[in-house]
């Protein structure tokens, strides 16, 4: 499985921005599928983000669509989230999963599947205040 730690979570007011980073350490890294999910409590886990294992390919749940970006270095084994424009609703706990050898069909079928990710981190919790 491939390794995954989050970090760059905090408090932030609403409005503001946060960018999380996911180091991995693996070398199937750059061959994963990478996505971004979050949970807030009492609620499912659910999908914020993928990219596909060569960046050629983005989608978004509908909520942060034009808010956040996710983007990949694979020469460092790194994926991150851009947050701008945050509101209260999206505090939760932000984790960083992937998909390892991610096709480019397995990815347009499967790419907010939760249970379609093998590996997880361990997550980072993103407060925003109203």
């Known amino acids: 499985q491939v390794q995954l730690v989050e970090s760059g979570g905090g408090l932030v007011q609403a409005g503001g921005s946060l960018r999380l980073s996911c180091a991995g350490s693996?070398?199937?890294?750059?061959?994963?599928?990478m996505g971004w999910f979050r949970q807030a409590p009492g609620k499912e886990r659910e999908i914020v983000a993928a990219?596909?294992?060569?960046?050629?390919?983005?989608n978004y749940a509908d909520s942060v669509k034009g808010r956040f970006t996710i983007s990949r270095d694979n020469a460092k084994k790194m994926v991150y989230l851009q947050m701008n424009s945050l509101k209260f609703e999206d505090t939760a706990v932000y984790y960083c999963?992937?998909?390892?050898?991610?096709?480019?069909?397995?990815?347009?079928?499967?790419?907010?599947?939760?249970?379609?990710?093998?590996?997880w981190g361990q997550g980072t919790q993103v407060t925003v205040s109203s």
């Open positions: 999963a992937a998909q390892r050898y991610g096709s480019l069909s397995k990815y347009l079928s499967n790419w907010n599947v939760r249970n379609e990710y093998d590996s």
């Open positions: 693996d070398r199937t890294f750059s061959d994963s599928t």
């Open positions: 990219i596909t294992r060569g960046s050629s390919r983005t």
